[in-house]
C-alpha cells in the first residue's frame, strides 16, 4: 500500500486536554499527522497522555483546546460521523466468552449495520484474513489468548473502517502468536487500513511502524520513521535505545 501525503487520515492539531481543575495538562499542544496506509507507531511511557490523546481521537472524550479530524471531519463537530470511520480496539478482550468466534463476529457486524449477504461476506472473508476458519465454531472461552486476540481485532474492523486504533494487541502473547498477529496487521495496512498502533515493545514498533511518534508527560518529543530517528540519534543502535534517551524510561519486555 503507498502513502498518501496530500490528504492525512488523521490530523491532530495543537490538541490540549486539562482534566478537572488540573494545573498540568494531561497533554499539551499535540501536532501530528497519519497518512492512509501508515501504521503509526503512538508512543510513551506510562502516563505520557496517548490514552487521553487515543480517547479524544475516537470521540470518547472533548478536548480542551485544539482540533482533531478523520478524512478532513472535525470530530467534535461531527462525531457520529467520524464515528464511522474509525474502530477503537481495546487491550482487553471485549468479546462475549460464551458466545463462538463467529457469533460475536456477526453480532459486532450487526452493531456496525452490516446484515444478510453483506455480513456473511464480511464474516468470511475476517475468519480467512486472520486465518480462524479452524476455530470459528468454539466458544471463545475455550480458545487461545492469541486466537482471542484475532477475533477481537476481526470485530473491530469487521465495518472496513478508514483509521483503526490498536491499543497494546500483542501484550502477554507468545512470540509465536505475536509475531503472527505483526504479519497480519502489516497485512491489514497493505490492503488499505491506515493503523494507529500502540506498544509498550519498541522493537515491535521498529519492526511495522512507518512512522513512530515518542511522547512523555504530555508533550511531543520525537516523530519520524523509526530508521530515521536511529540514524539522527548519536548513540542510539534502536528505537529501545532512543525512547530510553529521550523519557528515561525503560519499557517491559
Ligand atoms: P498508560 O500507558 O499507563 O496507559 P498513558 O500514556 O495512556 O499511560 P494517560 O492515561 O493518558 O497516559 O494519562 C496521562 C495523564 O493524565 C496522567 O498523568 C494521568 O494521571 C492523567 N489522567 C488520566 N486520566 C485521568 C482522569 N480521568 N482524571 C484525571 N487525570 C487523569
Given at each position: 500500500m503507498s502513502v498518501d501525503?496530500?490528504?492525512?487520515?488523521l490530523h491532530v492539531k495543537s490538541l490540549t486536554k486539562c482534566y478537572?481543575?488540573?494545573?498540568?495538562?494531561?497533554?499539551?499542544?499535540l501536532d501530528f499527522t497519519v497518512d492512509k496506509g501508515e501504521i503509526f507507531g503512538f508512543l510513551g511511557p506510562n502516563g505520557a497522555g496517548k490514552t487521553t490523546t487515543i480517547s479524544i481521537m475516537a470521540t470518547l472524550m472533548k478536548p480542551t483546546r485544539g482540533s482533531v479530524s478523520i478524512c478532513g471531519v472535525d470530530i467534535v463537530k461531527n462525531p457520529l460521523r467520524a464515528r464511522k470511520l474509525i474502530s477503537l480496539v481495546p487491550q482487553e478482550i471485549a468479546l462475549y466468552q460464551e458466545l463462538t468466534g463467529r457469533e460475536n463476529l456477526h453480532y459486532f457486524g450487526t452493531m456496525y449495520g452490516l446484515k444478510g449477504a453483506a455480513l456473511e461476506r464480511k464474516i468470511a472473508m475476517a475468519l480467512e484474513f486472520f486465518d480462524l476458519g479452524g476455530v470459528a465454531?468454539?466458544?471463545?472461552?475455550?480458545?487461545?489468548g492469541g486466537i482471542k486476540r484475532r477475533f477481537n481485532i476481526a470485530c473491530g474492523i469487521l465495518h472496513d473502517p478508514v483509521l483503526v486504533f490498536l491499543d497494546e494487541?500483542?501484550?502477554?502473547?507468545d512470540i509465536h502468536a505475536r509475531n503472527a498477529l505483526l504479519d497480519q496487521i502489516q497485512n491489514l495496512s497493505a490492503r488499505g487500513s491506515t493503523i494507529l498502533y500502540t506498544t509498550h515493545y519498541m522493537e515491535e514498533a521498529e519492526k511495522i511502524c512507518s512512522r513512530v511518534l515518542i511522547m512523555d508527560k504530555g508533550v511531543h518529543l520525537a516523530s519520524g520513521p523509526p530508521s530515521e530517528l536511529i540514524e539522527q540519534s548519536?548513540?542510539?543502535?534502536?528505537l529501545g535505545d532512543l525512547f530510553l534517551n529521550l523519557t528515561g524510561k525503560h519499557l517491559a519486555n
Open positions: 501525503k496530500a490528504n492525512p487520515v478537572g481543575r488540573s494545573r498540568i495538562p494531561a497533554v499539551t499542544d465454531d468454539h466458544p471463545v472461552a475455550h480458545c487461545s494487541p500483542t501484550v502477554g502473547m548519536e548513540s542510539c543502535r534502536n
